[in-house]
């Protein structure tokens, strides 16, 4: 059990200190969740902090690989107008 930060992460800093485990570290191309010191919280908060501060929608998933903030959860956009108002090129 263990969550998971993906490349869409900007590295914005906010997950790392509000890690009750210190399981999030610095890296490249983005931040890193230890997975064996990754709790997801439970037994600390009702709901994983690095996700419940992160602002980037989809950068930290599950173990099942389902985005914790999907699209839409933030900015609160249906996930087809978001995809279909991001550059040809597909990037973010």
Known sequence: MALR?????????????????????AA???????ASACG???GDYADPQCASICP???????AL???LNPLGSLTHL???LWAAM???SGTP
Do not use: M, Q, Y
């Open 5 to 25: 930060i993906v490349d869409t992460c900007v590295n914005c800093c906010a997950c790392e200190p509000l890690c009750p485990s210190r399981a999030i570290r």
């Open 28 to 34: 490249k191309p983005h931040f890193l969740i230890d």
């Open 40 to 42: 997801e919280c439970l």
């Open 56 to 62: 980037i929608e989809g950068a930290i998933v599950n």
């Open 65 to 67: 690989n389902e985005p």
């Open 78 to 80: 249906p996930p087809e």
């Open 86 to 88: 991001r550059p040809a």
